[in-house]
C-alpha cells in the first residue's frame, strides 16, 4: 500500500494533507509522493490491543495505529487494508514477530 506526501514544487518541502499553500514558502505548488515506509518517533499501547504511533515519514509526522508495540527507531511499512481489521485508519507494520500491543504494556 502507499500513501502520497505532497512535495511543494518551489521549495521541497514536504506535507500531508495536501495544503492550499506550503507552510515554509508561501507556494501554491504541490507535486505527489509516493510512502511506504516509516520510522517509529513513539509509541503508546492501547487497551484494545493496537499501539498509537508517532511515525517519520520522509520527514512528516503522521499517528497511526500498528498491531503491535514497535521500539522507537524502528521501520515501519505501511499496511495494505487486506492485512489490518478494516478499521480504516493509516496502519502500519512492523517486518518480524513482536508481542502484541496491549500485552507488552508494563505496569510498574
Not at 17 to 42: K, N, S, Y
Not at 43 to 67: E, F, I, K, Y
Amino acid at each position: 500500500m502507499t500513501i502520497h506526501l505532497f512535495r511543494c514544487q518551489d521549495c521541497g518541502f514536504r506535507c500531508f494533507p495536501v495544503r492550499l499553500a506550503c507552510r515554509r514558502c508561501g507556494g501554491e505548488g504541490f507535486e505527489p509522493v509516493p510512502a511506504t515506509r516509516g520510522r517509529v518517533l513513539g509509541a503508546t499501547p492501547t487497551s484494545v490491543g493496537v499501539a498509537v504511533v508517532d511515525v517519520d515519514v520522509d520527514g512528516v509526522r503522521l499517528v497511526a495505529s500498528c498491531p503491535v508495540m514497535p521500539t522507537v527507531g524502528e521501520e515501519l511499512r505501511l499496511a495494505a487494508s487486506s492485512e489490518t481489521s478494516g478499521s480504516g485508519s493509516l496502519l502500519f507494520v512492523p517486518g518480524a514477530q513482536h508481542t502484541p500491543a496491549q500485552e507488552s504494556e508494563q505496569h510498574p
